[in-house]
């Protein structure tokens, strides 16, 4: 696995820089790939309005079936983003620093991402016990990716060519690859060094 940089101290960005610094890396100029995101209802307060409000963006919710209005509140959602929609502009410059998800870039369409991301929803703890998996959480995925073997990085990006997520308590975006069958990972500075 590649070093991830060290931890900046620099002041963060505006929030427009911070979009334009950000969308070069979550929208890669690549023919076909979209950019997803897979967004913590229970860290984001008004997540579902958003959702279903005037900028409406397309998404599933990760849990199957109806829910209960409660539920739905603090459900894991995908969400397929476009560059420069209102949606995509709100989550950037609210969210970020604050751990409300994470993204992906695939081929694959939304129906297809959906699938693959709800195999992770549940897991076995080593006491063979089921568990809620949040590997949607910005704070899990670095943490977790690194332990992966070759076998089990290839089930975890699946349809996925990126995932990427907040680093350095959002002062970095950590983008990570397979290559080889081995993770390749790096933070991107997101700050503006020098200011105050």
């Known amino acids: 696995m590649s070093e991830m940089s060290p931890t900046t101290t620099a002041t963060p960005?505006?929030?427009?820089?911070?979009?334009?610094?950000?969308?070069?890396?979550?929208?890669?100029?690549?023919?076909?790939i979209q950019t997803f995101a897979v967004l913590d209802?229970?860290?984001?307060?008004d997540l579902v309005d958003q959702l279903?409000?005037?900028?409406?963006?397309?998404?599933?919710?990760?849990?199957?079936?109806?829910?209960?209005?409660?539920?739905a509140e603090v459900a894991p959602y995908l969400v397929r983003l476009e560059r420069d929609a209102p949606f995509t502009d709100w989550l950037l410059t609210e969210g970020w620093g604050r751990h409300w998800g994470i993204f992906a870039c695939s081929q694959a369409n939304l129906?297809?991402?959906?699938?693959?991301?709800?195999?992770?929803?549940?897991?076995?703890?080593p006491e063979g016990e089921q568990i809620y998996f949040r590997f949607y959480d910005p704070r899990v995925l670095p943490i977790f990716l690194p332990t992966c073997n070759a076998e089990e990085?290839?089930?975890?990006?699946?349809?996925?060519?990126?995932?990427?997520?907040?680093?350095?308590?959002?002062?970095?975006?950590?983008?990570?690859?397979?290559?080889?069958n081995q993770l390749q990972a790096k933070v991107i500075p997101l700050t503006a060094p020098g200011k105050q």
């Open 13 to 32: 960005i505006p929030r427009e820089a911070l979009k334009q610094t950000l969308r070069p890396h979550l929208f890669p100029e690549i023919d076909g």
């Open 41 to 45: 209802g229970a860290s984001i307060p």
């Open 111 to 125: 129906k297809a991402v959906r699938t693959h991301f709800r195999r992770f929803l549940m897991v076995r703890d």
């Open 52 to 71: 279903y409000g005037e900028n409406k963006p397309e998404f599933v919710c990760l849990y199957r079936g109806e829910l209960e209005p409660d539920i």
């Open 153 to 180: 990085l290839k089930v975890l990006f699946g349809p996925l060519t990126i995932y990427a997520c907040e680093a350095e308590k959002g002062h970095g975006l950590g983008v990570y690859r397979t290559e080889e």
